[in-house]
């Protein structure tokens, strides 16, 4: 995607604890069955920020051909959830406590869902996320929670 | 779903705009063609008031197997959705402009959506949406903000 | 205040840890100089339920002479604060996480806020608030999040 | 206030609709008595963005010595609401839809909140705030949606 997007500016600076931090991103990422299921790639990971690419498919609308204001919560949540999780030690799964999201414009083409770090915590993490669409247009924007889960495997129970 | 959930208590008591809400609504969650891809099902339509029901299938889950927190929202962001437009003009169309979920426990079970009017209104209107999983656990709350947009077709522009 | 306030339907019954959560809730809330500041008192407290009254003021209102939507805000989410902190052990304090409020309508009249446990967490706590004034009218309603710190003194750090 | 807060990037370029929108801001709130209840002053008024400072004082905290949450969203919906009013016609007035708020650190210091428009709209307008305290650290971060009212005058009806 040759989008105009808006330079990622102030990315935060963070120091991942597990330096292999960005294999373990997509391994966790290509788990997601649900993001498989909208067609939506992780195409960016760094400390504290990753970014979701989702092409345009009828198959994501809502009643007026628009892309479903749930498709734009499932990617920016995913986006802010694995800026949080590349952060984490290697052995903390994480969970989303909850989001909220403002849609700021109807959206009828690609996507791209960015999630960025705004403060790290032992327990809980918060991040923000922001949707662009192909051409620029600033589609929605979220505030998340994420609670880490020390020690636990990030894999479904009884495959470990 | 033979579920026990709890007694839809305290249902509002609207009275629609519209007598024919019910089949106007059905037909417009028909072209969601999002809530097709997920195998969502309207499966109850009052004034002010509708429930969307969502067998468990692996294509819906992140990373743990549990139901990706996204596919919460969107359900609950449809039930709310619809509750609001029951009592809206049959001229009107709807968006959403804001929703907040928090996670209250995992899913890895067919689920319920619930979606309630709070507050009708001219231009906004406040639902709150509860999802539930088919042992009854209360899995989501949600707290939503839509915008009627009178006088506007409710299918694809270029459709219209 | 002899208000028609809907009556408080499905009251979450919850075994409190602390046989005295009652005192307990009370001396914390003694404590918010915020709540002095303002008028607020607390009237009622129940397990994972409290109530705080607000005598409507001209020292709390907006532009418009309305109640201050932060005002609101303040009450509701002392009121989810408590009703969580009721059910937590003696030897813990807590924090509110997050919390987003709907102001559903303007008020110009005395305020109740009900704040009530959706979910008692070891960690987390969800609630909802809900803000009537004096004629019933439903003014706000919020959905908060808090995370309870272990062994943590619930008074000011200097003076412990 | 010599703190060492970050840099207000990104400020948004807009251009405000009635060239005596500072003026018409700082008027308004001075009729908010609630800024002044808490001791809050209008220190910074751009189109589409506003800066409100609070100094510390006991009469705000809660229970721990911390000002309380539901003070630090009084900041943010001020200075939020201001923000998108600084961009609307005269003859307008607004009211707060709603909005959700993170409290990311605990604050015992004087304390700036920041509103931002991120999309001003004809009927809804969305702000993000972020209040900092002394040190410059992140203190809360909000999110929230605006309504104009056209037309309608910005004080109250009796004194109209």
Do not use: W
Not at 76 to 87: F, I, P
Not at 98 to 108: G, Q, R, S, W
Not at 119 to 133: E, N
């Amino acid at each position: 995607m040759n989008a105009p997007l808006p330079a990622v500016s102030t990315l935060p600076k963070f120091q991942p604890k597990d330096p292999a931090f960005a294999a373990r991103v997509r391994a966790s990422f290509a788990r997601q069955q649900a993001m498989v299921l909208i067609g939506a790639r992780l195409t960016a990971v760094e400390p504290g920020y990753t970014e979701i690419s989702l092409p345009y498919r009828p198959e994501l609308t809502q009643q007026k051909a628009y892309v479903h204001g749930g498709i734009l919560g499932m990617i920016a949540d995913s986006a802010c959830g694995y800026a949080a999780y590349s952060l984490m030690p290697a052995t903390s799964s994480l969970v989303t406590v909850e989001y909220k999201i403002n849609i700021l414009a109807p959206a009828k083409s690609d996507l791209v869902a960015r999630g960025k770090v705004i403060r790290p915590g032992r327990t809980l993490s918060i991040a923000r996320g922001d949707v662009y669409a192909a051409d620029g247009t600033h589609v929605a924007s979220m505030l998340q929670t994420l609670m880490m889960l020390a020690d636990t495997p990030d894999t479904p129970e009884d495959a470990a």
